[in-house]
Each structure stands twice: as C-alpha cells, then as structure tokens.
C-alpha cells in the first residue's frame, strides 16, 4: 500500500523531479520529471530504492502512460567532469523539465538544494521520492532509464559488472578498474583510487 501524498498544494500544476546516478564512478547522470493527474495510483510506487528491479520496470510502463506529462534529461560522464556532479544534475533536471509539454507552475525536487529554474518556483524536499507521488515517479524513470543505459554500456565493457553494479564502486568494480583501467565512460572527477 503506498502512503504517498499526490500534491503538495491543490492551485499550481506541480512536476515532481529527481535524479538519478549521482554517486557513481562511470556513466551519466539521469533525472526526470513528472507531473501526474491528482488522481494518480499505483501500489508499488514509492522511492526507487525501495522498489524491486522487475517492479520499477512495470512502474515505468505505468507511468509513461499515466503521467499528464513526462521528461528525461541526461548529462554524460565528460560533462560531470567539466561541471561537477551536483550542477550536473540540477542541468539534467533542467533538461527534463525542458521536454515537459504542460509548463508546470511549482516543482518538487527530491533533496535539499537545486539551481532555480527560470520563472518556475520550486520547492526542495529531503527524501520527498518517499513522500510525495510526483517525485517518486521521477525516481522511478531516472533509475529505470539510467539502468537500461548502464546495461547497454556493460554488453561493450562487461568486466566492470555494469549490469549489477550500474557504475556505483562495488569491489567488483573497484578491482576491474585496478586490473583493466578506466574506460571512457568514467568520471575522472571522482577519487577513484
């Protein structure tokens, strides 16, 4: 049963955002943003940490055919460098709010800080992908595009164990960059050694 609250407030047209793959050695980082109908459901849905894999892909599916209006923005590992993982992913919740087709008044963002979006208020929410439906939708496509992406790039480098580890510094991880180096996909921001 999902305790999930639909609204933060009943007047403006909310997105709800999040992202994904930030606290990752190698690929991009994902984010999402959603707006639902108020009377959105779904038992599953919840933060997708908390979310078995199989599930997230059925949630997905639901979602994209549910939600008013959805979008998924994406910042690759060279840019992380360039700009850093935090503006990293406050560009790529931009980028997902750009592909959004009804202009939300008010966005919820998943955490404690974000980088305001021109002429749209936003609201930080800390741990609000197990709070509020919006976000936990955003969490739900971040992590299951992210995870989809970081399955393609294992079948080209699979001794890195992507298809488990998702590019996050597992041993198995940490010990294939140790013997084989890193690869192009890596972030070379993050101290890996």
């Known amino acids: 049963m999902s305790g999930l609250i639909n609204s933060y407030q009943e ?3 909310e997105a709800g955002c999040d ?8 690929g991009p980082v994902f984010a ?14 919840n933060d997708s940490k908390q979310v078995k894999e199989k599930d997230r892909d059925k949630l997905r599916v639901f979602i994209e055919e549910h939600a008013i209006s959805f979008g998924v923005g994406i910042i690759n590992n060279v840019e992380i460098d360039q700009i850093n993982i935090l ?4 560009k790529a919740m931009h980028l997902a709010v750009d592909q959004l087709n009804t202009r939300p008044e008010l966005l919820l963002i998943d955490g404690n800080r974000f980088k305001p979006y021109p002429f749209i208020q936003h609201k930080c929410i800390i741990k609000g992908d197990g ?3 919006n976000i936990a939708a955003a969490s739900i496509l971040a992590k299951t595009y992210r995870d989809a992406f970081m399955y393609q ?15 996050y ?5 940490r010990n294939a960059i140790a013997q084989y180096g890193l690869t192009s996909y890596h972030r070379m921001s ?3 050694t």
Request: aromatic share 16%; net charge positive.
């Open 131 to 133: 709070k509020y439906a």
């Open 169 to 173: 510094g597992t041993m198995i991880h």
């Open 87 to 90: 503006q990293a992913s406050f």
């Open 153 to 167: 790039l294992h079948k080209q480098f699979p001794e890195y164990g992507w298809n488990k580890n998702k590019g």
């Open 190 to 192: 993050f101290n890996i």
């Open 11 to 13: 007047n403006l047209v």
């Open 19 to 26: 992202e994904a793959g930030r606290g990752c050695y190698a």
């Open 32 to 45: 999402a943003a959603v707006i639902l109908p108020k009377d959105f459901y779904h038992p599953l849905l």
